[in-house]
């Protein structure tokens, strides 16, 4: 079964580095995602990506982070000048067409941690 | 914010149907009830998912009240790596992108 790879699944950097995280969605995908889930608490909603822009983002999601689809398949989450409060791990996510109706999958994620 | 009410943990006896309860009373005509599984720290695995009709795969099913109003994701004979938090997610809007995660149900499957 397609799935969503990510990596690396751990990273630790220290404050101020920036970081790149990177997905591999399902291949036939064409909408994707990031969600974070600091430890102990929710999966919360960053940002989606459609036809190369992104489509609504959450107010987490600031001017230290960006997305980009580099090519047809990677999709990749920068975070510009990291701070300790970003350490969590990020999953990445994709789905199909029909975007009320179509599951998102989850990679496995990738652990952050920033000291 | 969640637009759905689960207890926050449930308990199972192994190889008995496991019944995860979700209301969400404000739910829209077109939006649809999603059940995801969260084991550990991985990422959250999709159940199934449904409109109006009840719904069966090979891992769940998924059972809509007439009102729409609430619903039970039955998992037929729990194992011990059912063991889980269970989200009941309703998709917020028709960009398919207010997919929130509440603080779901813990399910501990019991030998």
């Known amino acids: 079964e397609p799935e969503v790879t990510q990596t690396p699944s751990h990273q630790v950097t220290q404050m101020g580095q920036e970081v790149i995280l990177r997905c591999v969605p399902i291949?036939?995908?064409?909408?994707f995602y990031w969600y974070r889930q600091i430890l102990g608490q929710k999966v919360e909603f960053l940002v989606s990506?459609?036809?190369?822009?992104?489509?609504?983002k959450s107010e987490i999601f600031d001017d230290q982070f960006s997305v980009e689809r580099p090519d047809g398949s990677n999709f990749t989450l920068k975070i510009r000048s990291t701070k300790l409060e970003d350490s969590a791990m990020y999953f990445c996510?994709?789905?199909?067409?029909?975007?009320?109706?179509?599951?998102?999958?989850f990679g496995n994620g990738t652990r952050l941690t920033v000291t | 914010d969640a637009k759905t009410t689960q207890p926050p943990s449930m308990d199972c006896a192994e190889g008995r149907a496991a019944n995860l309860p979700c209301n969400h009373s404000?739910?829209?005509?077109?939006?649809?009830v999603y059940w995801y599984r969260q084991i550990h720290s991985q990422g959250p695995q999709y159940i199934i998912h449904?409109?109006?009709n009840n719904e069966t795969n090979e891992m769940a099913s998924l059972i809509i009240t007439e009102d729409r109003k609430s619903s039970t994701l039955i998992l037929p004979h729990a194992t011990l790596r059912d063991t889980a938090v269970y989200y009941c997610?309703?998709?917020?809007?028709?960009?398919?992108?207010?997919?929130?995660f509440g603080t779901g149900t813990s399910l501990t499957v019991i030998p």
């Open positions: 449904g409109l109006k």
């Open positions: 990506f459609y036809n190369n822009e992104i489509s609504e």
């Open positions: 996510a994709s789905s199909g067409l029909r975007m009320n109706s179509s599951p998102l999958h």
């Open positions: 291949s036939n995908h064409l909408y």
């Open positions: 404000t739910i829209s005509g077109n939006e649809y």
């Open positions: 997610i309703v998709r917020v809007s028709n960009t398919g992108n207010q997919f929130y």
